[in-house]
């Protein structure tokens, strides 16, 4: 299965950004501020996504989601991880149910 075009497109401007200008890149003033602040809003974007989950409209929610996945994006950028790991371990869970792995881990 191809990886989301989309992604992977955002990664690579993401990885541009790396040491670019914080006055005008959003994401090099992310990565100026440091791995905390990113990790920090990535959680608020998840709490904002589920806030409209919960609360919100379908199209809210589909936009809290573009905001949490950049942020991860960024996040995932500024920790070394390529978006192609992440898609690995998914294919990697293809077929294996979550019950199961999770019992698998219990028995552990
Ligand atoms: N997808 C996004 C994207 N989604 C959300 N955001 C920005 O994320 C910011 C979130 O705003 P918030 O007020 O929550 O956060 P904040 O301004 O950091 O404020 P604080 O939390 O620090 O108080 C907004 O400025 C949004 O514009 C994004 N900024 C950039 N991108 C993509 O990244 C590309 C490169 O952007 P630049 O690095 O800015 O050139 C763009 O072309 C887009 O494709």
Redesign the pocket.
């Known amino acids: 299965m191809s990886s989301p075009a989309i992604l992977d497109d955002?990664y690579a401007?993401?990885l541009s950004?790396k040491g670019g200008d914080p006055d005008s890149?959003?994401?090099?003033r992310l990565f100026h501020k440091g791995r905390a602040k990113i990790a920090q809003?990535v959680g608020?974007e998840a709490v904002e996504t589920v806030i409209e989950a919960i609360a919100g409209t379908p199209e809210k929610l589909a936009s809290e989601s573009?905001?949490l996945l950049?942020h991860l994006l960024v996040l995932w950028a500024d920790a070394g991880v390529q978006p192609a790991d992440v898609y690995a371990i998914l294919e990697g869970r293809k077929g294996v149910s979550g019950i199961e792995e999770k019992n698998s881990r219990t028995r552990a």
Do not use: G
Request: hydrophobic fraction near 30%; aromatic fraction near 8%; proline fraction near 0%.
């Open positions: 955002l401007t993401i950004r890149s959003h994401t090099a809003k608020e573009a905001d950049y």
